[in-house]
């Protein structure tokens, strides 16, 4: 009995070696093709996952290139949006899954916070709080626009708004370098 056991494991062990020995071979009149990173370093999790939805979405006026925003004293990035025309300063926030908007911040840009039906409930650091499904027409920061953006108004105090994934995912890279982040 052992001896067929051991038997049987060579003969697994030899097959395997040839079978990975077989796969590594590449034939020397074709050469493989070289791989080109199209985001050779901005490898991150905003240059996975690009569709043609996003893409389109997407509009950029500024032919000044990448924006730039300095990290703040207290850690965070914030970055002074136009929402719908209306100037509204937002901590970035990666971990948010929407762009979270204060009532304040929403009512400032015309939305009647009252009238729109509780679309779920938000996790916060707080706890659960009720939120209203929006969709902005327009979310821009230094030039670079977003259109059709998915947000939520939270009836909580945040203090702030948030700019999160429905903003950031569309675009093409956010890259964070000691306390310089920059969106492009």
Known sequence: M???FITM??????GSIGIAGIAGRQKAEAPAAPVVDRYAGESNWTTRGRDAAAAAAKTSSSPAGPVKIR????SHFYADTDVQGTQIRMLV??????????RRDAEAIGIDVDRLPVGGMAQTAGGQVP???VMLDSVEVDGIAVRNVEAAVVDADMGVSLLGQSFL???DAVNVEGDMMTLR
């Open 169 to 171: 995912a569309k675009l």
């Open 71 to 74: 990290r703040a004293s207290d």
């Open 2 to 4: 052992l001896g067929r």
């Open 9 to 14: 494991a060579a003969m697994i062990a030899a």
């Open 93 to 102: 926030d990666s971990g948010a899954s929407l762009v979270a908007l204060t």
């Open 131 to 133: 939120m209203r499904i």
